[in-house]
């Protein structure tokens, strides 16, 4: 017969929950409603057997048919329950809020911004993600062994610099016409066009070590004399001048101790003076 002392009904029912459950105490913060619970049951959980308000509560479901089904939280002490079904959290969306990622909470990622993810790395914006783009922010660096193409036969493209099987690659660089500057940006190949009788051409200190730019006559319309910004020779000589198709020059780019300049690395009927 059931006793009708509700004390005695009560450590009844104590006796009861604690033969269901494993009980793990906020230990720390020494409180007696802060705690998490875990119980076992059939049937969906319902209320909060017994647990205070503050607790929060972890549910087996013994009957389960489905993966769905199996596990339930609470977080209000039984008030409401949610069913930790696999595929809703796969599908979590954070919508746009920081993501921590470590215990001093100076680690994240976030997309605050549409189209755009953030890496933040010990308190810093270190990398930036947007479509077809990862980018290391100012003062981060990427560091990798290998650098490959993603489509055979494209090369890869650094700053300009097209690299392909462990050769730099030179590009076209546009003939800027009669009287104009031959771009020094990059390496290249200049395709020289004359329309008429004595045309001209400048062509700027280099940009860098090593770079290398091949000027050639494509179309002969008249001659065309080009000024170099230095001395390309021991000689002395600053102007090259083309007179017949097909005649081409290399030069390469070097520092003579004072600036960059250009160097004749191969001539092939180019005249120099």
Not at 1 to 20: F, G, V
Not at 60 to 84: L, N
Not at 158 to 174: C, E, M, N
Not at 249 to 272: E, F, P, R, S
């Amino acid at each position: 017969m059931a006793s009708s002392d509700p004390k005695t009904a009560m450590n009844t029912r104590q006796r009861q929950i604690k033969t269901e459950s494993v009980r793990l105490s906020d230990v720390k913060a020494r409180t007696t409603t802060a705690y998490v619970d875990l119980i076992t049951g059939t049937g969906a959980p319902s209320g909060g057997y017994g647990r205070d308000a503050g607790a929060t509560l972890l549910y087996f479901r013994q009957d389960a048919s489905t993966v769905a089904t199996a596990v339930y939280v609470s977080v209000d002490g039984g008030t409401g329950w949610t069913a930790m079904d696999p595929a809703a959290l796969s599908g979590l969306d954070i919508n746009g809020t920081e993501l921590i990622l470590d215990a001093d909470a100076d680690t994240s990622i976030t997309a605050d911004t549409d189209d755009e993810i953030d890496i933040r790395v010990a308190g810093a914006d270190d990398f930036k993600i947007l479509a077809n783009i990862f980018r290391a922010l100012s003062g981060s660096v990427v560091e990798t062994n290998t650098i490959n193409e993603t489509t055979a036969g494209s090369g890869v493209t650094i700053d300009s610099l097209l690299v392909k099987d462990g050769q730099a690659q030179g590009t076209d660089i546009t003939d800027p016409g009669d009287a104009g500057a031959i771009a020094v940006t990059r390496s290249g190949s200049v395709s020289l066009v004359t329309a008429g009788p004595a045309e001209t051409r400048t062509l700027a200190i280099p940009t860098a070590i090593g770079q290398v730019i091949t000027l050639f006559l494509q179309t002969d319309g008249g001659d065309c004399a080009i000024t170099v910004a230095s001395a390309i020779n021991v000689a002395g000589n600053t102007v090259i001048t083309f007179d017949t198709v097909n005649e081409r020059i290399t030069l390469l780019a070097y520092h003579n101790g004072v600036a960059l300049a250009w160097t004749v690395l191969a001539n092939d009927g180019a005249a120099l003076s």
